[in-house]
């Protein structure tokens, strides 16, 4: 068996982080969840992970923040954000950014893994998803 994908999820929604940790951990993929974004922050100075997915509209520190400092720090991490507040300019934003990819809410958890699989293959893992 390869190497195991590490994703960070930050939202201040608790049910968003519950649900896709419950989701990914059926595929084997190591989940850690963060309500806060500054802690979330603190974590990423100490720990690597392959994907981030992060709302972008938070209290503290926003996605648009989690994303720059992410690619700041690492090239090989992928950022996915989600949002409940999508607009045509929030998506280029973010994409222009440099985030993988952009997703609205309410989305289905079949919708993020794709993008999940996606950002992973680009990593260089096998189709994690395919269990």
Do not use: C, W
């Amino acid at each position: 068996m390869g190497k195991k994908l590490h994703i960070m999820v930050i939202d201040d929604e608790p049910i968003v982080g519950k649900r896709l940790k419950q989701a990914l951990h059926k595929f084997g993929i190591d989940v850690e969840v963060f309500e806060d974004s500054e802690i979330a922050l603190n974590q990423l100075k100490d720990k690597n992970f392959d994907i981030v997915v992060t709302d972008i509209r938070m209290d503290k520190v926003d996605g648009i923040q989690i994303l720059e400092r992410v690619l700041e720090r690492s090239d090989h991490t992928k950022v996915i954000i989600i949002t409940g507040y999508a607009t045509i300019e929030i998506a280029q934003e973010a994409l222009v950014k440099g985030a993988f990819d952009f997703i609205a809410k309410p989305f289905k958890p079949d919708d993020l893994r794709t993008v999940i699989n996606k950002a992973a293959l680009s990593l260089g893992f096998s189709n994690i998803m395919a269990i």
